[in-house]
């Protein structure tokens, strides 16, 4: 999808579709020099060539306030007709140049005007329509390298990019987010308002992945207080912040200083121990952690008995059960599995289950 840029000056609270148009402000000031400049070329025209004018009115040849003044009533197709061209050359020149300039000085004007009244409709109309159809999406807040690696996870497990919305403070992150397809927000994730035209209320999952640890504390109160129900996640740099998200309202909380730093200490273990986990966690390539739903025929095996991959853990009844524990030595009807399989395996998965769609 092509890149959009947030209209300057337009208001933050509509939602910044990929494929939305120029900034109708800045289209307007273009258009308006354009316009401005054909009544200048068309000024210079009339008085350069002012011998072969008439004022039929004083009488007193055409100064060059004459000449502006006749381009603006010819161009806008006035014509008084108090001022006339008299000789061949003058009719001649208002025929060839003056008639073409005519029709592209009108197109300005009023192309301007259906345009921006257009663009301005239709991009409300958009707007009334995406928030519509906004139900169970995953609202991510912070599109930097933790949030957009968030989002990539989510595609590859065949989330929609349709029900994936943006929230960031940066026009940068937010022109980032318009070029991978993905509906955005610009603004501070802690305004209630602006949490609710990303239809915050409706969303199944929130993903909180800020910068700042107290940023990310009051977005999560904030979020938890317009929706009780979503699952949140949220990315905080101090292990001691972990209690006080937790009591903001998160599901989930992930130290991101002691993710790295535990993954830094594993490789100097052994370099292949390190290997292996940072390929669990980098998409795309070797080894991937997916979660889906246990198969009829997989009902009343053991966990072991699934050769194509392994099974870490699985979730029963909305409890976390472990491959050690001794509940989880047989699948059941219902259950979710957590398992560790080839990437590749997992992208053929998603894009059978999104044709099946």
Do not use: C
């Not at 072969?52 to 306030?65: R, T």
């Not at 390190?274 to 025929?297: C, K, M, P």
């Amino acid at each position: 999808m092509a890149p959009s840029r947030p209209p300057a000056g337009a208001p933050h609270s509509l939602v910044n579709l990929p494929r939305i148009a120029r900034s109708p402000i800045a289209e307007l000031a273009r258009r308006a020099l354009l316009a401005l400049l054909l009544l200048f070329a068309a000024t210079l025209l009339v008085y350069v060539d002012r011998a072969g004018y008439v004022d039929n009115v004083a009488g007193d040849g055409v100064s060059f306030v004459d000449a502006l003044y006749y381009a603006t009533v010819t161009l806008t197709t006035t014509g008084y007709g108090d001022i006339t061209p008299i000789t061949q050359q003058a009719r001649l020149i208002n025929v060839m140049v003056m008639t073409p300039m005519r029709i592209g000085f009108l197109v300005l004007l009023v192309g301007t005007t259906i345009q921006v009244l257009a663009n301005q409709g239709s991009r409300a109309i958009r707007d009334m329509q995406w928030r519509k159809r906004m139900r169970n999406h995953v609202v991510v807040i912070g599109y930097g390298t933790m949030g957009r690696s968030a989002v990539n996870t989510l595609r590859r497990h065949g989330e929609s990019v349709q029900k994936i919305v943006v929230i960031d403070n940066n026009e940068t992150a937010i022109e980032d987010a318009s070029m991978d397809g993905i509906a955005s927000f610009l603004g501070d994730a802690t305004r209630r308002d602006l949490l609710r035209r990303a239809e915050i209320s409706k969303a199944r999952e929130v993903i909180i992945a800020l910068g700042r640890d107290d940023t990310a504390i009051l977005a999560t109160l904030t979020v938890r207080q317009l929706n009780p129900s979503a699952g949140i996640v949220v990315a905080v740099r101090q292990h001691q912040n972990v209690p006080l998200v937790k009591q903001s309202g998160a599901t989930s909380v992930v130290t991101s200083s002691e993710t790295v730093g535990r993954l830094v200490g594993l490789s100097a273990i052994g370099p292949e121990l390190g290997t292996i986990i940072q390929d669990l966690l980098t998409g795309g390539e070797g080894l991937e952690v997916h979660q889906r739903l246990a198969t009829s025929e997989e009902a009343g095996q053991p966990p072991s008995a699934i050769k194509s991959e392994r099974v870490i853990g699985l979730i029963r009844r909305g409890t976390l059960r472990r491959f050690y524990d001794s509940t989880a030595a047989r699948i059941e009807v219902g259950d979710e599995l957590i398992v560790v399989r080839k990437a590749s395996q997992t992208r053929r998965e998603t894009l059978r289950d999104l044709n099946s769609d």
